[in-house]
Each structure stands twice: as structure tokens, then as C-alpha cells.
């Protein structure tokens, strides 16, 4: 399975400031996913990234406030923008087949803490 | 649209029990996958086990196991012969399988698990 690198693992952000987690993926994957998990919560996903095109955004998530980039088949980077602490989470980008019996794999996380 | 549902919120087990974690799904497609993961205190998913829609037998890999019931769309996770390790968040999750949704997970809300002496 790929081995998926997330940087940074945890930070702690004032809020009205931004942030840029990125993701790299030791092989070429064609999909790669951004969640949400606030505290206590399930995973919520943010959007699809799909290389060479526009990000998909799931409803209740828009592109000002969850930019992301996807310039090649192993990288992504989504940022968080002007927060606020009710973006408090940690954020896991996945990679994945688009069907089969194939899981989707994760990154160890970004746990993310805004003041 | 499918749905995952997770009834349990939390459980206690003792170490050496098994323990049995729900889940039951909602979906009108013929084909699917169900996947469950283990989240531990440090955040990172670990995938578990696979069960497809058209699978004759119950899935198995080494002490968890899936109780597969396609008429009342229920997944159960088995867990056998607990350990400390296995304490942690478990969750329930199916791919979408919409032409438009590139494979995207939907996840349940989760069980959290935790093995005692």
C-alpha cells in the first residue's frame, strides 16, 4: 500500500491566520481526499482532489476557506484559511482506488488547534 | 444517497473477550463495499478488514472478522480475544458508488472501544 507523508503533524494557530498541510504519496496516485474530523466527531471529507483539475468540494466546504492544490500525482496541499477556533480538527488527507475492494489509505493526520 | 449507521457510541470490554460492533448501511446499489477502520488516540487511520456485496463468505483477518448480513444491511466487526492495543475509535465506512463521487468514503460515526484488565 502507498506510505502517505503529512506535514505538520500538530500545530497550534492564532486565529485569523492560515495554514498549509501537505501530502505526499511515495507512488502516483489518481485520487487523493481531504477530511475533516472535528473533536470527537467522524470523518467529514472536504473534497476530492483529482490531478490536473479543479478540487470537488463536498456542501458546506468552499474554496476560499479550504484551498487546495494537486500539481502532481504524488503531492496535494490543502490550507486553511483565516481560522477560527471552530476549525479546531484534525485534518487527514487518504488516497485510494475509485472502485474495487481496494481501502483507501491515510496519512498519520494533522492536528490542528486554533486560539 | 447512502448512509452508514453506528449505534454504539462507546463500549467496554474485557481483555481476552470478544466484542461485537454494529453497523448497518443504507444503500440501493447492488454492488458495494464496506471497510472498517481503527483510529487510536494518535489520530492515524488503520484499514481493518474488507467485505464486498458479492462476497459468499464472511470476512476474516486474523482476530477480526466481519458478520456479514446482506438482507438486514448490517457489517458487524467482530473483535476476538481482546487486547490493551485494541483500544481505540472504530469506524464503519462505504464507498460511494455514484459515477461522480471518484470513489469518495462515507463513514459512520463511530464506536469507541476500550479494553480493561
Known amino acids: 500500500s502507498a506510505v502517505i507523508s503529512q506535514k505538520p503533524s500538530r500545530d497550534i494557530c492564532q486565529r485569523g491566520t492560515s495554514l498549509t498541510i501537505q501530502c505526499q504519496v511515495d507512488?502516483?496516485?489518481?485520487?487523493m481526499f481531504w477530511y475533516r474530523q472535528q473533536p470527537g466527531q467522524s470523518l467529514t471529507l472536504i473534497a476530492t482532489?483529482?490531478?490536473?483539475?479543479?478540487?470537488?468540494?463536498e456542501s458546506g466546504f468552499v474554496i476560499d476557506k479550504f484551498p487546495i492544490s494537486r500539481p502532481n500525482l504524488t503531492f496535494s496541499t490543502l490550507t486553511v484559511s483565516n481560522m477560527s477556533p471552530e476549525d479546531s480538527s484534525i485534518y487527514l488527507c487518504s488516497v485510494g482506488p475509485g472502485q474495487g475492494n481496494q481501502p483507501q489509505h491515510f496519512g498519520d493526520g494533522t492536528r490542528l488547534s486554533i486560539l | 444517497a447512502q448512509k452508514i449507521t453506528q449505534t454504539q457510541p462507546g463500549m467496554f470490554v474485557q481483555e481476552k473477550e470478544a466484542v461485537t460492533l454494529d453497523c448497518t448501511y443504507d444503500t440501493s446499489d447492488q454492488s458495494y463495499g464496506l471497510f472498517w477502520y481503527k483510529q487510536p488516540s494518535s489520530g492515524e487511520m488503520i484499514f481493518l478488514i474488507y467485505q464486498g456485496s458479492y462476497d459468499e463468505q464472511n470476512a476474516t483477518e486474523g482476530r477480526y472478522s466481519l458478520n456479514f448480513q446482506k438482507a438486514r444491511k448490517s457489517a458487524n466487526l467482530v473483535i476476538s480475544a481482546s487486547q490493551l492495543g485494541d483500544s481505540a475509535m472504530y469506524f464503519c465506512?462505504?464507498?460511494?458508488?455514484?459515477?461522480?463521487?471518484?470513489?469518495?468514503?462515507?463513514f459512520g460515526a463511530g464506536t469507541q472501544v476500550v479494553v480493561t484488565p
Open positions: 482532489a483529482n490531478q490536473g483539475s479543479e478540487a470537488t468540494y
Open positions: 465506512a462505504m464507498r460511494d458508488t455514484a459515477t461522480d463521487s471518484w470513489g469518495k468514503f462515507q
Open positions: 507512488s502516483q496516485v489518481t485520487m
